[in-house]
Antibody, heavy 117, light 111 residues
Framework: QVQLVESGGGVVQPGRSLRLSCAASGFTFSSHAMHWVRQAPGTGPEWVAVIAFDGSNRYYRDSVKGRFTISRDNSKNTIFLQMNSLRAEDTAVFYC??????????WGQGALVIVSS | QSALTQPASVSGSPGQSITISCTGTSSDVGSYDLVSWYQQYPGKAPKLMIYEVNKRPSGVPNRFSGSKSGDTASLTISGLQAEDDADYYCCSYGGSSIPYVFGTGTKVTVL
């Protein structure tokens, strides 16, 4: 069955960096775009970034441009989110998501990122 | 890019039908048939219920249906069941600058 497993979350001070990983299995990972979506406590999901199936194109929401980088390693069925210059407002559960549809169908269980001094 | 607007809450009794609206603009919902709906239980990841306005992924009951008119999309749940008690979020393509825009969310309560 399809599985997406995020890792790398934790507590980090403002201005520091964190790298999230997401290992995928159960579907043809290398054929599909993959996303990071975050959800701050008590709020709805917020799309963060997407990477094309081959890594050729990447898009970000404005508030993370220049600070976050999405990447993928198709040989390891894994995507990454490098987060630099973290801010308190980046505190959220980060989900990786993807699949064959335009709308992300497969979701991980989420990784909690807390930015706090 | 602002979030799509949804009612904060909708309620209904078992067996009834409810409809959740999702209002965007001519730049997102009104311009593309790329509206999806997600169901989310507390502490769980969102689950895709509707994509491309009115299509259901495999395994989603046909009690769930989607539609769109102008800048507003809608999710209808017919024959409401206790397990439908959850949060629901719409999502639309927002253009090249922000490909995905989520709604503000609607809490569905089954009375």
């Amino acid at each position: 069955q399809v599985q997406l497993v995020e890792s790398g979350g934790g507590v980090v001070q403002p201005g520091r960096s964190l790298r999230l990983s997401c290992a995928a299995s159960g579907f043809t990972f290398s054929s599909h775009a993959m996303h990071w979506v975050r959800q701050a406590p008590g709020t709805g999901p917020e799309w963060v970034a997407v990477i094309a199936f081959d890594g050729s194109n990447r898009y970000y929401r404005d508030s993370v441009k220049g600070r976050f980088t999405i990447s993928r390693d198709n040989s390891k069925n894994t995507i990454f989110l490098q987060m630099n210059s973290l801010r308190a407002e980046d505190t959220a559960v980060f989900y990786c998501a993807g699949g064959p549809l335009w709308a992300p169908e497969y979701w991980g269980q989420g990784a909690l990122v807390i930015v706090s001094s | 890019q602002s979030a799509l607007t949804q009612p904060a809450s909708v309620s209904g009794s078992p067996g009834q039908s409810i409809t959740i609206s999702c209002t965007g603009t001519s730049s997102d919902v009104g311009s593309y048939d790329l509206v999806s709906w997600y169901q989310q239980y507390p502490g769980k990841a969102p689950k895709l219920m509707i994509y491309e306005v009115n299509k259901r992924p495999s395994g989603v009951p046909n009690r769930f249906s989607g539609s769109k008119s102008g800048d507003t999309a809608s999710l209808t749940i017919s024959g409401l069941q206790a397990e439908d008690d959850a949060d629901y979020y719409c999502c639309s393509y927002g253009g090249s600058s922000i490909p995905y825009v989520f709604g503000t969310g609607t809490k569905v309560t089954v009375l």
